[in-house]
T-cell receptor, first 111, second 111 residues
């Protein structure tokens, strides 16, 4: 079972359009991680958020952690085919060196 | 710098056999974690090691074990393989249990 709720489960976006993925926990998070995965391959680190209200950006990807540290969003601006893949949020929920993961969001970018 | 290296990339084993997977962390990283990824259960935490000590363990049967060597390299072993052990096994390293970098994984198929 997944300990983090990720939504949507999948989405298809036209190239050049924006998209947002959400990750929600019922508990306060000590750290929230966003990863990208190509099917059957390893996880590529995108961003780590630790402080409530924190926002980080890298190229066209922005991630935020809400003030209560229970929800995070990942926003991609002007999507490109290279953004296609599975996006996973992982959270440190109890400060014990273990990450719990959401089920993932599959992103398809159509030209 | 070199990333997290997992060997082998692919493995096919027969039920009842045992298997050993290897993970070499990023230089300077002393924490190594192992995760199992399956289509049904997603990413599940197996265990985490720091300086040769297991600090946390997930809810897996005793057939799953691991260890870490003085050079921080880690191995995980699965004995008496079952069909349900077929999965992508991912290793992640970090300096101190924060900011995890994942390897490309080992795809284990049990027949």
């Amino acid at each position: 079972s997944q300990e983090l709720e990720q939504s949507p489960q999948s989405l298809i976006v036209q190239e050049g359009k924006n998209l947002t993925i959400n990750c929600t926990s019922s508990k306060t998070l000590y750290g929230l991680y966003w990863y990208k995965q190509k099917y059957g391959e390893g996880l590529i680190f995108l961003m780590m958020l630790q402080k409530g209200g924190e926002e980080k950006s890298h190229e066209k990807i922005t991630a935020k952690l809400d003030e209560k540290k229970q929800q995070s969003s990942l926003h991609i601006t002007a999507s490109q085919p290279s953004h296609a893949g599975i996006y996973l949020c992982g959270a440190d929920k109890s400060n014990d060196y273990k990450l719990s993961f959401g089920a993932g969001t599959t992103v398809t970018v159509r030209a | 710098k070199a990333g997290v290296t997992q060997t082998p990339r692919y493995l096919i084993k027969t039920r009842g056999q045992q298997v050993t997977l290897s993970c070499s962390p990023i230089s300077g990283h002393r924490s190594v974690s192992w995760y199992q990824q399956t289509p049904g259960q997603g990413l599940q935490f197996l265990f985490e090691y720091f300086s040769e000590t297991q600090r946390n363990k997930g809810n897996f049967p005793g057939r799953f074990s691991g260890r870490q060597f003085s050079n921080s390299r880690s191995e995980m072993n699965v004995s008496t393989l079952e069909l349900g052990d077929s999965a992508l096994y991912l290793c992640a390293s970090s300096r101190d249990g924060r900011g995890y970098t994942f390897g490309s994984g080992t795809r284990l198929t049990v027949v």
